[in-house]
């Protein structure tokens, strides 16, 4: 049987049961003590919120968060049953669901954030890119940084013979992507994955690789990466301590970019739909709360550096979370849109989101072989649940916690754009064509 008609199949499977359940009353939640895992960035945010807020327990749900070494062993276990969901990377859910790296069954019906990462590289490297290009030197800084800046640099890293480096956090992460994205714009070719080479590395200009998000900036100070693409506080850790310069934030590369998403398996969210509800109507609350206020989004603050949460320092986390971004010291600057949670419907799945990360898995060749338009809007669908997510706004709105005007009319793909860092015009209805726009990456 053809992947596309698996999909097909899978996906009408889950959406008969999840309606199975939305046609009776709101019940009470089928699981209502759950563990749920996260990465110590400060997009994990809606998270923490919820359980620190009561808006789980307003849900009749009792919520153990529990961070996570790194984001391989927090889709394994997930997969596994050990945690019952988890903030994931978007390409996760989709990755897993198509059987790259990983094959499982994963779905989502919450967007946890928009824009959230940055591109910083190491203070030597900054000022040979300000030798190379002087106008970098001005105050302030002309925004935004094209990698076309970082291309003489690599040039010379290449003729010492070893390539520069530069981490990322995982290979179908959003910071992977937009690594990629900021570099190929530039001329500067990141380089291809192949069937019998999973590094990433083939045709490469330059070096990427993983490390986890908390070690990027000691990484970056050791010599070992030149670089990184991350999400916060990691960047203005860097930042704070001398070490490096933030050149681009991923709102600079896409214009509100889709970030992180929750995940459960299919089979977890068939077996407990009113439970799933239940989640996301919390996480909808927290994400409106984290917009509501600048008093909201200080005590957000507060709770993320709690240890058990991010851990880090109260105000090297506010540095973005509070509207404003720090490129480098004395170069800080307001950015309203760095962490969005609840604005322009970032919580809403939608397809062309998801279609994006595809495009990306398939320009990079991570998916081997050309698809037709089709298969990725099956893909998509058969991941990003909006039926769920839209009973769960439902509800809220009847609740009065929730706005109709805070649900977007939409059949799941969001109109054409080209806010992007090279111009070029996103619809994620054609998928290939959208491809066959870029000097640099994979095609039919």
Avoid at 186 to 209: F, N, Q, R
Avoid at 300 to 321: K, T
């Amino acid at each position: 049987m053809r992947f596309s008609s698996l999909l097909a199949r899978a996906a009408s499977s889950l959406s008969v049961v999840l309606f199975a359940g939305f046609a009776c009353a709101a019940g009470a939640p089928e699981k209502d003590t759950l563990k749920f895992g996260f990465i110590k960035l400060t997009d994990c945010a809606p998270l923490v919120v919820a359980k620190e807020k009561g808006f789980f327990e307003d849900e009749g749900l009792y919520v153990t968060l529990e961070a996570q070494a790194n984001w391989k062993i927090l889709l394994d276990r997930v997969i596994t049953g050990e945690l019952d969901g988890a903030h994931m990377l978007a390409g996760q859910p989709l990755a897993a669901t198509i059987g790259y790296g990983t094959k499982a069954h994963v779905v989502t019906a919450f967007s946890m954030d928009l824009n959230g990462n940055a591109v910083t590289v190491a203070k030597s490297v900054w000022d040979e890119m300000i030798k190379a290009d002087p106008s970098l030197a001005a105050k302030p800084t002309p925004r935004p940084v094209k990698a076309s800046a970082l291309k003489p640099v690599v040039a010379r890293f290449k003729a010492d013979g070893s390539p520069l480096k530069l981490g990322m956090v995982f290979p179908v992460s959003t910071h992977n992507y937009e690594l990629r994205y900021w570099l190929a714009a530039g001329g500067i070719h990141p380089g291809y994955y192949t069937p019998d080479d999973t590094t990433g590395t083939a045709e490469a200009d330059v070096l990427i690789s993983v490390t986890p998000p908390p070690q990027m900036p000691a990484t970056l100070a050791q010599g070992t990466i030149q670089g990184f693409c991350v999400g916060e506080p990691w960047n203005q850790q860097a930042v704070v301590r001398g070490i490096g310069v933030s050149v681009v934030t991923d709102g600079e590369i896409w214009r509100n970019n889709p970030e992180k998403v929750f995940g459960v398996t299919a089979d977890w969210a068939a077996k407990n739909p009113q439970t799933h509800v239940a989640v996301v109507k919390a996480l909808i609350r927290a994400a409106e709360w984290l917009d509501a206020s600048p008093a909201n989004r200080a005590e957000a603050c507060r709770l993320l550096a709690m240890p058990e949460y991010v851990g880090a320092d109260v105000q090297v986390i506010a540095n973005s979370m509070t509207g404003t971004w720090e490129y480098f010291p004395g170069d800080k600057r307001p950015l309203p849109d760095f962490n969005v949670f609840f604005r322009y419907f970032a919580t809403y799945p939608y397809y062309s989101d998801a279609v994006w990360y595809l495009t990306q898995m398939r320009r990079w060749g991570q998916i081997s072989e050309a698809k037709p338009d089709a298969w990725y809007d099956e893909a998509a669908k058969s991941v990003y649940k909006p039926e769920v997510y839209r009973e769960a706004a439902k509800q809220l709105v009847a609740e009065g916690k929730l706005k109709a005007s805070d649900l977007p009319e939409t059949d799941g793909y969001k109109p054409p754009t080209r806010e992007f860092i090279d111009g070029i015009t996103y619809d994620g209805r054609t998928p290939n064509a959208y491809l066959r726009q870029f000097a640099i990456g994979r095609k039919d």
